[in-house]
């Protein structure tokens, strides 16, 4: 049985994929394979996670494209030179076009601590979302 090509989009450190990567180890995954890790950031720890593990990754930053509209084209590059069949977003920061998340179509995941709207937007990531959603109760 062939399995689904999973890619993670992360921006920062990592764990969420680095749980996702266990958890393929450990077979909680059967029916998917994480075959391609794509980071916004040139610094984040998450490339050195996929290395690691021998997962493929790439760093595609807006702020180095240039353009909204380069960066989601160097993106989905990437994803069809993969053969990408799902995407899950773990800790990515960066905003995907209305087009972009259509040609993906119920095909990405998006792993976020808390409800949406309640606990996004600036300043909500890593452990800030968990805090604000603790302080609310």
Do not use: W
């Not at 990592?14 to 980071?39: C, D, R, W, Y």
């Not at 720890?45 to 790439?58: D, F, T």
């Amino acid at each position: 049985m062939l399995k689904t090509k999973i890619a993670v989009f992360v921006s920062g450190g990592g764990t969420n994929f680095e749980a996702l990567i266990n958890a393929q180890e450990n077979g909680k995954i059967p029916h998917g394979e994480i075959v391609l890790m794509v980071s916004s950031s040139k610094t984040a720890y998450a490339l050195k996670r996929a290395e690691n593990h021998g997962i493929k990754s790439v760093v595609c930053s807006k702020k180095e494209l240039g353009s909204q509209e380069s960066f989601e084209e160097e993106i989905l590059k990437n994803l069809e030179e993969n053969d990408i069949q799902l995407i899950v977003l773990a800790g990515f920061m960066s905003i995907l076009s209305k087009e972009f998340t259509k040609k993906y179509e119920n095909r990405i995941i998006n792993i976020h601590p808390s409800l949406i709207p309640s606990f996004c937007g600036e300043g909500f990531y890593g452990l800030h979302v968990h805090e604000a959603a603790l302080k609310k109760g």
